[in-house]
């Protein structure tokens, strides 16, 4: 479950907010604080003001597999074994559990003839996959992704959304999909910082029919 409470920073106010559903989507225009809201749930930036928990725990002493939308900026090693193995190399994990773990991610994705190639010969796509395969080798208690499928193709996609399924692992993503959105439990729809709307995809989405948001698989009545 993550609360919220009382939660200032920068762009975000968020006075309350609870999300207790295993899959939750952020959806909203370009400003609207996604990203934001994203890394503090993910650790990466602490509240000036508020509370924010995961389980009753502050994000930063949660275990989070965190992927950007430009995964490529944040690689850290020139081969991908190395880069999925990236968790492990500040830690006192052994290289036969490192090994077990690295190849037990990309096998998720069905990208284990990856493993020895180098990051730079990657295409956008498989770097993104190589980035999520490092989100999840360690295991984490959450899974936050930031608008990853912005850069990818159908295909890659659902690679990731079955590999999510496959993992078991809680989601909170970003997505200016409103078709992946609306697949979601819960859906937060984000407007200057403030929650506008929360609920499941029917209570958010009934009142955007005609907006630019509103998924078209049910405009299609698809």
């Known amino acids: 479950m993550i609360s919220i409470k009382a939660l200032r920073h920068h ?3 968020i006075p ?3 999300l207790d559903t295993h899959s939750i989507a952020v959806i909203g225009h370009n400003g609207a604080g996604k990203t934001t809201l ?4 993910a650790g990466m930036d602490r ?7 995961i389980d009753g725990i502050e994000p930063c002493k949660r275990r989070v597999g965190w992927v950007g ?4 900026r944040t690689m850290l090693f020139s081969k991908v074994y190395d880069e999925v193995a990236s968790s492990f190399r500040f ?3 052994d290289a036969e559990e490192t090994d077990r773990e690295v190849k037990s991610a990309l096998a998720l994705l069905g990208k284990e003839g990856l493993i020895d190639r180098s990051t730079r010969s990657l295409s956008g796509g498989e770097k993104a996959l190589v980035a999520f395969a ?10 936050i992704l930031d608008e990853v499928d912005s850069h990818l193709d159908e295909i890659s996609s659902e690679i990731i959304d079955d590999a999510v399924s496959a993992s078991g692992l809680p989601v909170v993503y970003c997505t200016q999909d409103m078709d992946r959105a609306a697949k979601a439990e819960t859906v937060v729809l984000m407007e200057r910082g403030r929650v506008s709307s929360c609920g499941t995809p029917s209570e958010v989405f ?7 948001l509103y998924p078209s698989i049910w405009r299609l009545g698809l």
């Open 206 to 212: 009934t009142d955007m029919e005609g907006s630019c």
């Open 91 to 93: 830690t006192k994990v």
């Open 16 to 18: 309350d907010l609870t």
């Open 134 to 143: 490092a989100a999840i080798a360690n295991r984490p208690d959450i899974l």
């Open 69 to 72: 939308e430009f995964p490529d």
């Open 11 to 13: 762009l975000l106010d």
């Open 38 to 41: 994203l890394e503090v749930l």
């Open 47 to 53: 509240p000036l003001a508020g509370d924010v928990l």
